[in-house]
Structures are given as structure tokens and as C-alpha cells.
């Protein structure tokens, strides 16, 4: 499964008009170094792996897990995550009489099997296939804790009533890149390895992931995306793959 296909993608249009679209919600653009999960899924073996993956992963604690039920939905009171990951629910009813019960400030990402109907609800913030890495999933969690919404579907109309003037084959327009909420450094000013380490940081991956992608040392990665962090003046790494989404880096 590509990243396009999770909605993790470039808000670019793909084939048939469709395109996977970044979208916040209001109030979010802050998240804290840490997020808290909560992990629920009829599957117990399925949550022991999906835990193994993602604790401690890109700043992600897991801080409990369980099944369906009303011990699950007493237990999101008492310890009240940044986001509730849901796996593996058959039946589309029953994730939307989970989401029906959730406090509204617990951000909620549902994996694999049905996905909710009801979609306008405000802790849901994306569906993503069972196919979904861990990276992927790690990624999405990150941008889920930040306020952020994973869809699926056709890009906003526009809003222009004249179409631009062609470029010319000579003298090609560059695509212009989107201004970051969270960062007034352009793109621009990225290096290469720069732009290396923020593409994977924004993929979820850890410092020791990284390491073993480029072939560097874990000091060095780690020396990298510290510089990073202070070029882009950026508090975190989920500010990281904020950056990256909303400049269309990733």
C-alpha cells in the first residue's frame, strides 16, 4: 500500500480525480513531545504486535490497551490518551458505537477492517487499510495528536475563475510550494541531507531507522535532526512532519 492510498500522501490530484487530502481541524497545530495511546482491538495477539511497533516510536507511548467494552471506555476516562488507536473492528456499527462514547478531546484513528459511517464525527481523525506499516501508522499518529485529519477523497474546488496562462516549453513556471504554519523557513532553504532527514522523520521513523537507511551513525542522525529542528525552529518531531506535509515535501 503506497502512502497515497493510507492518506498519508501529497495533496496532489492522482487518476480519476482523487487525491489524498491534509486536512486540520480546529483547534489543533499544537501537539506535546510525547503522545499518549490507548490501543483497542478484539484481536489480543493483533494488539500485543501493534504495541511492540509503536511504543516509543517517534516520541509515541502506548499507556494501555484492551478490548471492546466498557472496561476499554473506563479506562480512556481514567487515563485519557492524545489518541485512541482502533483495530480491527468487523462491523462498521459497532467502531461507531465506540466513537459515540469517546471523550471528544481523544483524537481517534481506526485500522483495518470496517471503516465508520460516521465520518463527520470529531474525534475521528482517519481511517487507514490493514495493510498500513507501522511507519505509516506511526506518522499518523503523530499528525493525528497535532490536530490533524487523514482523508481520502477529491481535492477542494478552486477558487480561480480564470485559468492561469500556460508555461511555456522554454521557460517552464516552478510548482510553487505551500507556506508552513508552523515554521516561516521556506523549503528553499533546505540542503539535500536536510531534506533527507526530514522526509524520514516525517515517515515516523526513529533515529536508529534512519541510521540504517543513509548509513550513518545514530550520533550523527541524531546531530542531523537536532540541527534540523533549530534551522526550521521547530519544537518536536511531530512539528517536523507537519512541516514536511504542509509544504509538500511528503
Known amino acids: 500500500m503506497t502512502e497515497a492510498g493510507t492518506g ?12 489524498s487530502v491534509l486536512r486540520m481541524l480546529p483547534g489543533g497545530a499544537t501537539a506535546a513531545p510525547g503522545v499518549r495511546l490507548f490501543l483497542v482491538g478484539g484481536d489480543a495477539l493483533a494488539r500485543a504486535g501493534i504495541r511492540s511497533l509503536l511504543d516509543g516510536q517517534g516520541g509515541i507511548s502506548v499507556i494501555g490497551e ?10 480512556l476516562r481514567a487515563q485519557a490518551p ?22 471528544p478531546g481523544i483524537r481517534v484513528l481506526t ?28 506518522a499518523a499518529v503523530s499528525l493525528a495528536a497535532a490536530g490533524y485529519s487523514l482523508t481520502r477523497g477529491p481535492l ?30 521556506p523549503p528553499e532553504q533546505l540542503t539535500g541531507r536536510e531534506c533527507q532527514i526530514l522526509d524520514l522523520v516525517a ?10 537507511s543513509l548509513t550513518l551513525s545514530e550520533h550523527t542522525v541524531k546531530t542531523h535532526v537536532q540541527n ?22 511528503r
Not at 8 to 19: E, N
Not at 86 to 97: N, S
Not at 122 to 137: D, E, F, K
Open 66 to 75: 484492551d478490548e471492546p467494552g466498557p472496561r476499554a471506555l473506563a479506562a
Open 111 to 138: 485500522v483495518g477492517g470496517a471503516e465508520p459511517k460516521g465520518r463527520t464525527t470529531a474525534v475521528l481523525h482517519g481511517h487507514l487499510p490493514h495493510s498500513t506499516t507501522s511507519q505509516q501508522l506511526a
Open 156 to 185: 477542494p474546488p478552486t477558487t480561480t475563475t480564470e485559468p492561469a496562462p500556460a508555461a511555456t516549453p522554454e521557460k517552464a513556471a516552478p510548482r510553487p510550494r505551500a507556506a508552513a504554519t508552523v515554521s516561516d523557513v
Open 228 to 249: 534540523l529542528l533549530n534551522k526550521l525552529r521547530l519544537r518536536n518531531r511531530v512539528h517536523v512532519a507537519i512541516y514536511a506535509f504542509e509544504t509538500g515535501l
Open 8 to 19: 498519508l500522501g501529497r495533496t496532489a490530484p492522482a487518476h480519476g480525480g482523487k487525491a
Open 82 to 103: 492524545d489518541v485512541l488507536v482502533v483495530h480491527g473492528l468487523r462491523e462498521a456499527h459497532e467502531a461507531d458505537a465506540l466513537l459515540r462514547e469517546v471523550d
Open 203 to 212: 515517515r515516523g521513523l526513529s533515529n536508529t531507522e534512519i541510521a540504517q
